[in-house]
């Protein structure tokens, strides 16, 4: 019978609880992962997804980001100064309007410390994460595996060795295996009862 420990990943990307909710979000996409455990030392102290990261981002307000300073003034320039003779002064204050926002090079206002980030660095992992972990040994069987994530409604096993993470498996691995080695589906017996013109034949089974 195949093993927890034959499909899981066993170099497992983890996060701590204090880790930011900008970082784990940003980690979670370079590695094309949904989501991780929770480790604090060596001890696994929940998990978190991608989605629990994303519900928790949607209830923070957005911290505006400071206004450019003004550049300095300048004189106001002739008439026909700024395009083809005849043409009307810019009115002053033109360019000081245009300047709001810096690019990222010129001031201390940057266009990459836009509002929606702030209070993503502010915020951790402990505020998002589920702090219930559901494990198996790695010794489990996959049908254990499946039967488990169906009846706790989760997408992902942990395999610990007591309090050792060693692994982790997805329901993508599960079904993955599944197709791989044709694991059998569990025959199930109904036993009908039978209809009342029928008492005395015999009762009728299926599977």
Do not use: C, N
């Not at 066993?10 to 996409?29: H, I, K, N």
């Not at 519900?55 to 003004?70: F, G």
């Not at 245009?98 to 940057?110: D, I, M």
């Not at 559901?134 to 992902?156: I, Y």
């Amino acid at each position: 019978m195949l093993k927890l420990r034959d499909i899981m990943t066993r170099q497992v990307v983890t996060v701590e609880p204090d880790t930011s909710v900008r970082d784990a979000m940003e980690l979670f996409a370079s590695r094309h992962i949904g989501g991780a455990p929770v480790v604090e030392g060596e001890r696994v102290v929940g998990v978190v997804t991608m989605t629990d990261l994303l519900d928790l981002a949607a209830t923070l307000p957005l911290t505006p980001v400071p206004k450019a300073p003004s550049p300095p003034e300048t004189e106001t320039p002739e008439e026909g100064e700024w395009g083809t003779e005849g043409e009307e002064a810019a009115p002053p204050g033109f360019f000081t309007e245009e300047w709001t926002e810096l690019p990222p090079e010129v001031g201390e206002a940057s266009a990459m410390t836009g509002p929606e980030w702030t209070p993503l660095e502010e915020h951790t992992v402990r505020e998002a994460m589920t702090e219930r972990v559901v494990a198996l040994s790695p010794e489990a069987d996959v049908q254990q595996v499946a039967d488990l994530m169906r009846r706790a409604g989760v997408h992902r096993i942990l395999a610990m060795e007591g309090d050792r993470l060693e692994g982790i498996a997805s329901a993508l691995d599960v079904s993955d295996a599944v197709a791989r080695h044709g694991i059998a589906a569990r025959r199930y017996v109904f036993k009908t009862h039978p209809r009342r013109d029928d008492r005395d034949t015999e009762d009728t089974t299926f599977s």
